[in-house]
Structure formats: C-alpha cells, structure tokens
C-alpha cells in the first residue's frame, strides 16, 4: 500500500471514528431530554417565589421526579402523567340532610302558623379533589361540600376515609379537606405562569361518578373574567376545551409533566354537560388560598385600593368611551378606596397600572390575578403610566378595613357563644322530634343570649338542615359564614314550649 492510499485509509477511519462519537452524544442528549427529569430541568417548570411557599407549607417534595414530555416518534405523551395524576385525585361524596316543612293549616287558621316537619331527606352529591400533601390535605370546591353534614373521600385505590372540611372560601370557590394518615400519593404544584395558550393539559376527575376519568386538551385561554356571570370572586380562571363535566368540580388540571396547575371548577354550557369550554382556577391562586385556610383558617386578600371603570357598563351607555378605554394597556385608575394604599404610596387618579413586581398588566384580570398572590402586608413594586411617563411605586397592601394585620378565622361556634349536648334517641321519642341538641350553656356575650337563646332550648333544625349534634352546628355556621345573606334561621322550643323561629345575623359578631 502507497503512502497516498494510507493517508486516504486514515482519513476515512478518523471521519468514521468522529462519526460514531457525534451520533452517540447526539443520542444521549435526546434520550435525557425524553428522559425523567427533575424541576431544574425542564424548561417552564420552575414555580414562582410565592407558589414554592404555598407548596412548602404542604411540606411537597422539591425534587420529585416529573414525566416523560414525548414518545419516542416525538408525539406528546400524557400516558406517564395520566398515571401519575389519577393517584393524586380522590372521588369526593357529601352528604346533606335537609327537612322540608310545611304549615299546619289549622294552626294557620287559628292564628300560631307552626311548621310541622316532614321526614328528614339525605340528598348525596358527589365532585372530585386534589391530595397536596402527603398527610391527607385535599383541595376541592367550595360548591362541592357546601352545607355538606358529612364528606367522605374515595382514592383510587378505593380506600376511603372520612374527610374534615378545614375551611372553605366562597369567593374562589375553593375548600380544603383533610384525612388523617401521613403516606399518600399526591400532586405537585407547577407553573400556572407559564401555562401557554395552545398547550397540551389534563383534566383528571370523576365526571358523572366515573372514577378517575382523564380528558385531553389545550389552554383556550388565560385570564379568563366573567365566568359563571362574574359570581365568583377571582376574574383569572384558565380556559381549556378538555372535556369537564358534572363530577368533574374540584378535580386536578395538569400539563404533561403531571404537575398541578388548576382546579376545575366551571363549565360554560346551556345544557349543563361540556359544550367545549372550560374553567380552572390558576394553582398560583387556589395553592395560596389553601395555604391560608391550612395556616390562618381564612383567606388573607390584599388590596391595592382603587376602582377601575367597569367597561362593560360603559360600553351600554357610550359606546365610544369604552371602545377607547378598552384600548388602554394596563387598569386606568378611576378613583380610590375610601382607605387606599395605592393613594398612600402616591399613585394618583388617571394613572394606567401596567405592572406588579416588573409582571406586565394588560388589564384588570391580570392585575387582580397578581394580587391574588399576597396578603396583606406584602409589600409590592407597582409601575404605573402618567401621562406617558413611567413612575414605580412602593406599596402595603392592606386587607378590607385598611389595615396591613393578618385576620385569623374564629371558632365558628364561639361567635354563637353556646355550648350544646346531644339528646338521647329515647328522649327525642319522648318529645316527639326527630332531630335535635340542646344549648347547654351560652355566654353573656354571644349572640345567643343576645336573641334570647338560652340553656335548655333545643334546636331542632337551622337554616332548614336538621341538627344533632355540635359538629353539624358548626358545620351550618361555616357554611353561613361562606355565604353571601350570613344568617342563621333556627327552630326550635323549650320543653313544654311552643316552637319558635329565631333569625340570627352573624355580621351582628364583627
């Protein structure tokens, strides 16, 4: 062989060698990143500041490890996190007694106008929620336990447990439950932030009682207001066309790492079932709302303290007006709280908020989205617009009385200030009810003395639900507390007595 043709040999193993060395890093690089990864790995996953904390107060793993993203064609692969998810996803059943009544029309006539009671109804209802931690805390909806008497949990394991309502918050409608155990599978938190419209999610749930139910689809939309006629308290919810149904309430919405991002909780349809939109609220808002019933047993809302021009009403009266409001980038600040702490830090009438802590506002569901994250206290960066010179401002957000303190929830049976005993059955039969406690004592202070209640009177239903022992009080009194008329409608008598109505208005206690 010529020392020409070696050269050529040489050349050819080289080119060969450096070949195989390109081909099996390249190989490498995309079997890691079709791989498992952990949160630092993936591009999108790493949650704010403020979502970590709502996170570590449920004591979540940091480097649990995430799903893979693709198959191996390069499609999107939801089979790793559909498997991971309905774990984390519990079946939730309520139970309600309630008592319909109907008047004794010869008592109507002789002038009493006593309600007799019929038999008790149980009515069952059933939703979905979202094991957070590994001792048993479970995110679900407001609506889905409300005025429950009893709420139990299934897993997909079938295990069932009886589950306590921490508290709940009819606002967000969101409510946090507990089971005791301290081994459960849960779901992490991810980046609602950066969910992207036209990206792949979950819905896991358990739509028309079937169990651990997964549907695909996309983000439709973000910042979504006015859902369900704007009842709801927050105007940031995640659209999707996933298919969510009746059942579906309180369930996990999850990208395809098979991290957290929403809770399920509306649909918009004439008929009641999908119709092919969606609403979840964003996990950077319902993990704060749960960690503040967890820490604090009520919602802590922050509050810059302006007004904003509602554009849609605008719009009926001078439809110009509000064609040029709407063009406006940012929440244009219309007036003040009558205790504000955007006035406080210098912010003025006219000024366009167009960003919190340097996250663009582009209108008031994106700025009411941001300051869903704090409570009161926090301190924030707020840019504003003045006349087309950009001003930053330092401000303390205060809560709804003007104040930067944090409020704690309170014992919903001190604000009656009564204790109660259960009836024996025997004595119920004697005094011819079938539900019934009886006040015990009651304190000089509370709002049963106030109204008249006192030791020896039975309750036998509140706000129509029938009552036999201190928990369903406290249950009725919670769920009061949640709603928007806050009263409690009692019956009852003292032995011998005749039955009596008593109205009790719980905002008489603040």
Do not use: C
């Given at each position: 062989?010529?020392?020409?043709?070696?050269?050529?040999?040489?050349?050819?193993?080289?080119?060969?060698?450096?070949?195989?060395?390109?081909?099996?890093?390249?190989?490498?690089?995309?079997?890691?990143?079709?791989?498992?990864?952990?949160?630092?790995?993936?591009?999108?996953?790493?949650?704010?500041?403020?979502?970590?904390?709502?996170?570590?107060?449920?004591?979540?793993?940091?480097?649990?490890?995430?799903?893979?993203?693709?198959?191996?064609?390069?499609?999107?692969?939801?089979?790793?996190?559909?498997?991971?998810?309905?774990?984390?996803?519990?079946?939730?059943?309520?139970?309600?007694?309630?008592?319909?009544?109907?008047?004794?029309?010869?008592?109507?006539?002789?002038?009493?106008?006593?309600?007799?009671?019929?038999?008790?109804?149980?009515?069952?209802?059933?939703?979905?929620?979202?094991?957070?931690?590994?001792?048993?805390?479970?995110?679900?909806?407001?609506?889905?336990?409300?005025?429950?008497?009893?709420?139990?949990?299934?897993?997909?394991?079938?295990?069932?447990?009886?589950?306590?309502?921490?508290?709940?918050?009819?606002?967000?409608?969101?409510?946090?439950?507990?089971?005791?155990?301290?081994?459960?599978?849960?779901?992490?938190?991810?980046?609602?932030?950066?969910?992207?419209?036209?990206?792949?999610?979950?819905?896991?749930?358990?739509?028309?009682?079937?169990?651990?139910?997964?549907?695909?689809?996309?983000?439709?939309?973000?910042?979504?207001?006015?859902?369900?006629?704007?009842?709801?308290?927050?105007?940031?919810?995640?659209?999707?066309?996933?298919?969510?149904?009746?059942?579906?309430?309180?369930?996990?919405?999850?990208?395809?790492?098979?991290?957290?991002?929403?809770?399920?909780?509306?649909?918009?349809?004439?008929?009641?079932?999908?119709?092919?939109?969606?609403?979840?609220?964003?996990?950077?808002?319902?993990?704060?709302?749960?960690?503040?019933?967890?820490?604090?047993?009520?919602?802590?809302?922050?509050?810059?303290?302006?007004?904003?021009?509602?554009?849609?009403?605008?719009?009926?009266?001078?439809?110009?007006?509000?064609?040029?409001?709407?063009?406006?980038?940012?929440?244009l600040v219309e007036d003040f709280s009558d205790r504000s702490a955007a006035k406080a830090a210098g912010i003025q009438k006219g000024d366009v908020i167009n960003a919190i802590n340097n996250v663009p506002?582009?209108?008031?569901?994106?700025?009411?989205?941001?300051?869903?994250?704090?409570?009161?206290?926090?301190?924030?960066?707020?840019?504003?617009?003045?006349?087309?010179?950009?001003?930053?401002?330092?401000?303390?957000?205060?809560?709804?009385?003007?104040?930067?303190?944090?409020?704690?929830g309170t014992n919903a049976l001190n604000t009656l200030g009564a204790t109660f005993k259960q009836i024996p059955d025997e004595r119920k039969r004697a005094l011819g009810i079938s539900s019934g406690i009886?006040?015990?004592?009651?304190?000089?202070?509370?709002?049963?003395?106030?109204?008249?209640?006192?030791?020896?009177?039975?309750?036998?239903?509140?706000?129509?639900?029938?009552?036999?022992?201190?928990?369903?009080?406290?249950?009725?009194?919670?769920?009061?507390?949640?709603?928007?008329?806050?009263?409690?409608?009692?019956?009852?008598?003292?032995?011998?007595?005749?039955?009596?109505?008593?109205?009790?208005?719980?905002?008489?206690?603040?």
């Amino acid at each position: 062989m010529n020392t020409g043709n070696s050269k050529n040999v040489f050349i050819i193993v080289l080119v060969a060698i450096l070949s195989s060395v390109v081909t099996l890093l390249g190989y490498n690089v995309i079997n890691r990143n079709n791989g498992s990864s952990s949160f630092s790995d993936l591009p999108g996953s790493r949650i704010s500041e403020e979502v970590r904390a709502y996170a570590d107060s449920f004591e979540q793993d940091k480097n649990v490890v995430l799903t893979n993203l693709t198959t191996s064609d390069g499609y999107p692969d939801f089979t790793e996190a559909a498997a991971k998810s309905v774990d984390g996803v519990v079946h939730v059943k309520t139970t309600t007694i309630s008592q319909q009544q109907y008047i004794n029309p010869f008592d109507f006539f002789f002038g009493f106008g006593d309600r007799m009671p019929s038999q008790p109804r149980e009515q069952v209802g059933y939703g979905s929620g979202v094991i957070i931690s590994k001792d048993g805390y479970i995110i679900t909806n407001n609506h889905v336990v409300d005025k429950a008497n009893e709420v139990s949990v299934t897993l997909n394991d079938n295990r069932e447990f009886k589950a306590k309502v921490v508290g709940t918050d009819r606002m967000s409608d969101i409510a946090l439950l507990k089971i005791d155990g301290d081994d459960f599978p849960y779901l992490t938190f991810g980046n609602s932030d950066a969910l992207k419209v036209g990206e792949w999610v979950l819905a896991v749930g358990n739509p028309f009682n079937l169990t651990s139910t997964v549907t695909a689809g996309i983000v439709s939309a973000k910042n979504r207001g006015n859902v369900m006629g704007g009842g709801l308290g927050i105007q940031s919810f995640i659209q999707i066309d996933a298919a969510v149904n009746p059942g579906n309430s309180g369930g996990a919405l999850v990208n395809t790492r098979g991290e957290l991002v929403g809770i399920n909780t509306a649909i918009y349809s004439q008929t009641g079932n999908f119709a092919g939109y969606a609403f979840a609220v964003p996990i950077s808002i319902a993990g704060k709302i749960a960690a503040d019933l967890k820490e604090y047993g009520t919602v802590q809302r922050a509050l810059l303290g302006i007004q904003a021009p509602n554009i849609e009403i605008i719009g009926r009266q001078d439809p110009q007006k509000a064609r040029e409001l709407s063009q406006i980038k940012g929440v244009l600040v219309e007036d003040f709280s009558d205790r504000s702490a955007a006035k406080a830090a210098g912010i003025q009438k006219g000024d366009v908020i167009n960003a919190i802590n340097n996250v663009p506002i582009r209108n008031f569901a994106e700025l009411q989205s941001q300051l869903n994250r704090y409570r009161p206290g926090d301190k924030i960066s707020v840019t504003v617009d003045r006349n087309g010179n950009s001003h930053s401002f330092n401000v303390e957000l205060t809560n709804n009385e003007g104040s930067t303190e944090i409020t704690r929830g309170t014992n919903a049976l001190n604000t009656l200030g009564a204790t109660f005993k259960q009836i024996p059955d025997e004595r119920k039969r004697a005094l011819g009810i079938s539900s019934g406690i009886e006040v015990e004592s009651v304190k000089s202070n509370g709002l049963f003395r106030k109204e008249g209640i006192n030791k020896g009177f039975i309750i036998m239903r509140i706000n129509n639900t029938p009552v036999n022992s201190e928990s369903d009080v406290a249950n009725i009194v919670s769920a009061a507390n949640n709603s928007q008329d806050k009263v409690l409608l009692i019956a009852g008598f003292y032995p011998n007595g005749r039955t009596q109505y008593i109205a009790i208005d719980l905002t008489s206690s603040r």
